[in-house]
């Protein structure tokens, strides 16, 4: 068999394990990804509806009920604590800033309904070690949106890494960046705000792409972190890491090296190099996705089905939750990802090797 029929033989969607049944969603924090993302998601896939939105504002709530005919209600924050509308949903989306996570899942949890939290769970390894203990005292499932977690592409770079198509991984190289500016230019929004962000914007918001993507591919958790960042743009001032490069010891004896940046060209990508080959995927975390393997003197470069990330993800939630089957990044994966982070930004301020707790 050639390097490019292996690759063909691939299984798109080999976590599915039903095809029956709806989850019923409520959507929480109306901003421009759950509209624009999130939302379409949900209605396009198979297992999956949307019936709640809920706002901090009653008006944006009902407009986002006026605009998707599916959802029949429509909540503040107050009221969704409060447990309205709880007969209309089976799981909760959380996509609020990240110091906000922690109080929607309590909730949620309380009410016995399955939490998808975004990534990262929470601005504070102490919040989201919270998160993770209520999902399990009141038994209900926990996930946390790494959609590169069901990206057919990521998928099949993981299966040839574990099939030793590239021989022994020993690095990972990693690249995130984008221009925040040109995406929202408010000086006042929640990312560049300490307080809910957390510890930083770049490696908290894109940075832990490369991080998360290389520990699923390589089935390996970080020990240590160094790093070294900046911010020299006053849209940056209150946050560190403008720019970032950090560099992780893994437990299986490989190292990850990545850069992450807020006011740069889109760019992202992530290299596993083995000793006898290399899979590079390019584009890689900004909804499209392309790989290429290299094995000795033979490059193949293949297309792969590009499927819409949020629905892939969702989905396979979906999936999970009717089936009864266990989750892949649950809420133990999400915190060591919260954990790395706050070494990171460690490490950066110290300018030491800080190990991993």
């Not at 919270?130 to 499932?141: E, K, Q, T, Y």
């Not at 490369?210 to 790093?227: E, G, K, S, V």
């Not at 999970?320 to 133990?332: M, Y």
Request: proline share 4%; with cysteine; aromatic share 8%.
């Amino acid at each position: 068999m050639t390097i490019a029929d292996y690759l063909d033989d691939f299984e798109e969607r080999d976590w599915q394990t039903t095809a029956h049944g709806t989850v019923r969603f409520a959507v929480i924090g109306l901003g421009w990804w759950t509209v624009d993302r999130t939302i379409p998601a949900l209605l396009d896939s198979e297992l999956c509806d949307i019936t709640v939105a809920v706002s901090g504002s009653t008006d944006k709530a009902n407009d986002v009920v006026d605009r998707f005919e599916p959802i029949t209600h429509g909540i503040t924050y107050d009221e969704f604590h409060h447990g309205a509308a709880s007969d209309a949903y089976d799981a909760i989306y959380i996509c609020s800033p990240n110091a906000l996570h922690l109080p929607y899942a309590e909730t949620a949890a309380d009410l016995g309904k399955a939490i998808f939290c975004e990534k990262p769970m929470e601005a504070s390894v102490e919040r989201a070690e919270r998160m993770v203990d209520v999902a399990s005292d009141d038994d209900v499932p926990l996930l946390v949106g790494y959609r590169m977690h069901t990206e057919p592409a990521i998928r099949r770079a993981r299966e040839l890494i574990r099939d030793g198509t590239i021989g022994r991984p020993v690095v990972a190289l990693g690249n995130n960046t984008q221009s925040l500016i040109d995406i929202n230019d408010d000086p006042d929004q929640w990312r560049l705000n300490p307080d809910l962000v957390g510890s930083g914007v770049s490696v908290t918001d894109i940075g832990i792409y490369p991080l998360n993507t290389a520990r699923f591919l390589l089935d390996a958790d970080p020990l240590t972190a160094q790093a070294q960042m900046d911010s020299t743009h006053e849209f940056f001032a209150d946050v560190p890491d403008e720019r970032t490069a950090f560099t992780l010891s893994m437990d299986d004896g490989t190292f990850l090296a990545s850069t992450a940046s807020q006011n740069a060209q889109s760019s992202t990508s992530l290299r596993i190099v083995g000793t006898d080959g290399e899979i590079y995927v390019e584009p890689a975390f900004h909804m499209e996705t392309e790989l290429r393997l290299t094995r000795d003197e033979t490059t193949v470069d293949l297309s792969t089905p590009q499927v819409d990330q949020m629905t892939e993800i969702l989905t396979y939630f979906a999936d999970r939750i009717l089936s009864g089957e266990a989750i892949g990044p649950d809420g133990d994966h999400g915190l060591v990802d919260v954990r790395v982070i706050e070494a990171i930004y460690e490490a950066a301020e110290s300018d030491q090797t800080v190990t991993i707790q």
